[in-house]
């Protein structure tokens, strides 16, 4: 544990979570992990200081996807967005609550990671699995069913 919090940031909460102390993983194995500490270690190395400006740019899921596909660098899929006023080019936007009822129900293809916009430590977010179309249910990642409109606001 203390190997791997000194050499990965690795802190002993972590060493638990991710399960290091299972046997049959190498050393090099359990490196490849960063933990908190690492992964802010590594995050001010690759975005310097001086880069502090473009954060909002990097923080901006739907523009940093973008780019990202622009450098042919693989990324995750978007199947709309939405948002009440900005615009996003090809990408399906969804200016209502009606409009995301409408596309759980019909366009989308399942499973939906969905996310927030902006922010950070996946706050907001939620696997949808499918629906119950017949009770009008978004089925859940965690086995939890919500009525779809209620989930659309």
Do not use: C
């Not at 780019?67 to 900005?86: C, D, F, I, W």
């Amino acid at each position: 544990m203390f190997k791997l919090d000194r050499k990965a940031g690795i802190a002993f909460v972590e060493y638990y979570a991710a399960q290091h102390y299972r046997t049959y993983l190498t050393a090099e194995e359990k490196l490849q992990f960063d933990g908190e500490k690492g992964s802010y270690q590594l995050n001010l190395r690759l975005s310097p200081a001086k880069l502090g400006d473009k954060r909002s740019f990097i923080r901006d899921k739907v523009l940093y996807t973008t780019m990202l596909k622009g450098m042919n660098l693989p990324t995750t899929e978007t199947q709309a967005v939405a948002h009440s006023e900005r615009g996003f080019g090809g990408i399906n936007t969804l200016r209502a609550p009606s409009d995301v009822s409408w596309f759980l129900k019909s366009e989308a293809i399942y499973p939906v990671f969905a996310k927030t916009l902006e922010g950070s430590k996946s706050v907001g977010s939620a696997l949808l699995t499918g629906i119950d179309a017949a009770k009008g249910l978004i089925e859940m990642g965690n086995g939890k069913s919500f009525d779809i409109d209620a989930f659309a606001h």
